[in-house]
């Protein structure tokens, strides 16, 4: 095996939380009990939960001296008002709304901009952002890049193809898209980062057709490390300065801040448009309470504001990026091929091809992410046909996702090494078996988000034969 060296932290651990293996009968019946669903298993019978990065990092002593300036006060507090300084210097926008969490973010601006039929075109939207524009019986569409099928590591395979857009405005006609969204970095994409060449041709295109151009920039920082590492002329340039440049071609940002905002709970939008605050402003006074806390306390709305600059901070990111590349090559030493290059934020191993006897409707990335707990504990996610599968609420049309993918989304600042090695032997182990594994069949699920509150049962015959 290649000897691989993990980044050494940037920080001292300070406090810890106990965790526990349960064995594996106990994971058995959890497993079982829970539909086959780990979204339904308790936290504490979890042992290495990589479920998600969203608001599962920890805090640094910053962040914990922060939650004492918190001002409860219910409006004009003193931690808005450093909150919206914050985000205000970073992404240069005039308005400043906090919410709660990111999918408020998408409900409020929808809400208060889509109309029935109206186009949403992304590079790749992620599960809440489509379920929100669908939900708000808008038509959400994806142009990621051709590059983003590939196998070679080419970088910013997040991109959006800009050729497809320019002729899907020409065809439906600007009227119809009210907006068009870029995810930074491109979660569903397997986690790659945008270029700015080619945020500077979208903002362009929108600006050309009259269309407002918006980020969903959970992982901006993430990005911004990436241009910084492979884009030329920027090879000089601080995360900052980059993240400036980037936010100026865009007309506003939707944030959930529990990414690379560190925090456990928070987000924002960003907006330059005096009517569209108006209108989403008193939305989230009807649904989330006074717009200088949005659903927020004032104790974490000032360790979001905290957080926001220390994501910012160029050796964290290249802890954090360093991380995530040895954690891929583990895995793909353990027998499982990955979507590569690695992103800042998971793993993405592509369970169609490890599990090629499972077909795309008995959901073979779910089938791992369930073998994942029962073999070792572990938590991750499934971002497949069960995802973004089922009938779409709006057209009617039976969806596919393009790749079958366990996400395995490593939290901030929260695991070791020997963590993520014992990930990889455990993905090793199921690696040498994998013939054996299952498809699974839905016997419960919701219009939108299904995957949240999903039933399913085992198959007991996939009917695909591997020679």
Not at 136 to 144: A, E, L, S, T, Y
Request: proline share 4%; net charge neutral.
């Amino acid at each position: 095996m290649e000897n691989l060296r993990h980044p050494a932290e940037p920080f001292r651990i300070k406090s810890v939380e106990p965790i526990a293996l349960l064995p594996r009968p106990e994971r058995e019946r959890v497993i079982r009990e829970a539909k086959y669903n780990v979204f339904k298993i308790r936290a504490e019978d979890i042992y290495i939960d990589l479920l998600t990065d969203s608001g599962t990092g920890a805090m640094s002593i910053q962040q914990w001296a922060a939650l004492m300036l918190g001002d409860e006060s219910y409006a004009g507090a003193r931690s808005f008002i450093r909150f919206e300084k914050v985000v205000k210097e970073i992404t240069g926008k005039k308005h400043v709304i906090p919410v709660h969490q990111g999918r408020v973010a998408e409900n409020i601006f929808f809400s208060s901009l889509l109309k029935k039929g109206d186009y949403v075109p992304n590079n790749t939207h992620f599960d809440t952002t489509r379920a929100n524009a669908s939900h708000k019986n808008g038509i959400p569409v994806d142009f990621p890049c051709p590059e983003a099928a590939s196998d070679d590591e080419i970088p910013f395979k997040g991109n959006m193809d800009t050729h497809q857009l320019e002729h899907f405005i020409k065809e439906k006609g600007a009227e119809k898209i009210p907006v068009v969204f870029m995810t930074v970095t491109n979660n569903s994409s397997g986690g790659q980062p945008v270029s700015m060449a080619n945020i500077k041709e979208t903002s362009q295109i929108c600006r050309k057709h009259g269309i407002l151009f918006f980020f969903d920039c959970a992982r901006y920082a993430e990005n911004c490390y990436f241009i910084k590492k492979y884009e030329p002329g920027y090879e000089n340039k601080s995360i900052k300065e980059i993240a400036q440049e980037m936010f100026s071609y865009a007309d506003g940002a939707l944030m959930s801040a529990k990414k690379d905002g560190l925090a456990n709970m928070g987000g924002f939008i960003a907006v330059n448009d005096d009517e569209l605050t108006r209108k989403m402003t008193e939305l989230l006074i009807v649904i989330e309470g006074f717009f200088t806390y949005g659903g927020m306390s004032g104790r974490d709305i000032d360790a979001m504001a905290t957080g926001l600059t220390e994501a910012l901070n160029e050796d964290y990111l290249a802890y954090r990026v360093g991380q995530i590349e040895y954690f891929g090559k583990m895995i793909e030493q353990a027998g499982a091929p990955i979507i590569k290059p690695t992103g800042g934020h998971a793993i993405f191993i592509d369970a169609g091809r490890f599990l090629p006897h499972i077909p795309y409707h008995q959901f073979p990335a779910q089938s791992l992410t369930i073998e994942l707990y029962r073999e070792g504990g572990i938590r991750a996610v499934e971002i497949g046909s069960m995802m973004f599968g089922g009938i779409d609420p709006v057209t009617g049309e039976q969806l596919k996702a393009s790749r079958e993918l366990v996400r395995l989304a490593v939290p901030r600042r929260v695991f070791t090494a020997s963590h993520l090695d014992y990930v990889a032997d455990v993905i090793g182990r199921i690696a040498g078996r994998k013939e054996a594994l299952k498809g699974y069949r839905l016997t419960r699920q919701a219009t939108y988000l299904r995957h949240f509150t999903a039933e399913l049962e085992e198959v007991a015959d996939s009917g695909i034969k591997v020679k």
